[in-house]
């Protein structure tokens, strides 16, 4: 009997470390210094040599799906005309106010939604529905009430980053833990000041989420902003190159896109980081 039972717990202990050990290289490679960003570029690398293969071989006419050099021929002619850095400035103008606004509101919005019963009940239902209108059905209003211009570009783009933002941070400030609430009221901190001390730093990294979300949407929304008879802006180069018949600018328009939207989300990663070494 005393010899039966050191057996059975040995075999019992064996399945316990075999998960560490198999996860524990993987984890030590993906952990080095700049090794996710280099797998991370393995898939668009790929893509790459793909692409150059297909068109290579001729299975897609330049029509259809130019080179990667008819493409990169067609970005260096327009930086050599000045048109590029105009296009590319303009859209990060629209989508940087755009995100500005409709996170501010959405923050604002969220918090008093989720921290108030009767705001709740009374603004909820309406904006469930405005949530549920497509982008390009506030175009013909947008033009209507505020003309064509900026105001009514960025005001859409607003519209796109609003509706994460306010959903991150109502719902997580619903679900915040009641006794935290209350230790900050045994503190003295009320409203607005138990708000910005207590509870929005309990929902740091829900209104991150939220604010990667938005920022993605404002990008997206940028190139519905940019039908607004827009003549300038990686939205319109989209369009134009369309009309045209130009498929290498308008791959060039979407990679650009891709980069920026990435870029963005890099830089706010950065300071989602640095919120949470504070805050969280």
């Known amino acids: 009997m005393s ?7 040995d075999a019992s202990a064996e ?39 297909v068109t290579a071989a001729g299975l897609l006419t330049p029509v259809q799906l130019p080179s990667p050099g008819a493409v990169l021929s067609a970005g260096r002619n327009l930086l050599e005309r000045g048109d590029l850095w105009h296009h590319i400035g303009i859209s990060t103008q629209r989508v940087v106010l755009g995100f500005a606004v409709g996170a501010i509101l ?21 904006i469930g529905a405005l949530r549920a209108v497509p982008s390009l059905a506030w175009v013909p209003l947008l033009t209507l009430w505020m003309q064509i211009g900026e105001d009514s570009k960025v005001t859409l783009i607003a519209i796109g980053a609003f509706f994460p933002v306010f959903t991150t941070v ?17 503190f003295g901190y009320h409203g607005l000041d ?7 730093p309990a929902v740091v990294p829900a209104v991150f989420s939220g604010l990667r979300l938005a920022l993605a949407q404002a990008w997206l929304f940028l190139v519905a902003a940019e039908l607004i008879a827009s003549s300038m802006g990686l939205g319109f180069l989209l369009t134009d190159s369309q ?8 791959i060039l328009a979407i990679i650009l896109l891709a980069v920026l939207g990435k870029l963005a989300d890099w830089a706010l990663g950065l300071l989602e980081r640095g919120a949470l070494h504070r805050w969280a």
Do not use: F
């Not at 109502?170 to 230790?183: K, N, T």
């Open 194 to 200: 138990l708000l910005r001390t207590v509870q929005l």
């Open 106 to 126: 959405g923050l604002g919005v969220g918090s008093v939604l989720g921290l108030s019963r009767w705001a709740d009940a009374l603004l909820t239902p309406l």
């Open 3 to 9: 010899t039966a039972t050191p057996t059975t717990s």
């Open 243 to 250: 009309n045209n018949g130009r498929t290498d600018r308008l």
């Open 170 to 186: 109502y719902a997580a400030l619903r679900h915040v833990d009641p006794q935290l609430v209350e230790a900050g009221r045994a």
């Open 15 to 53: 399945p316990r470390r075999a998960p560490a050990a198999h996860g524990g290289p993987a984890r030590s490679l993906l952990g080095r210094p700049g090794a996710r960003t280099a797998i991370g570029l393995l898939v668009p690398v790929a893509l790459l040599l793909l692409w150059g293969a």
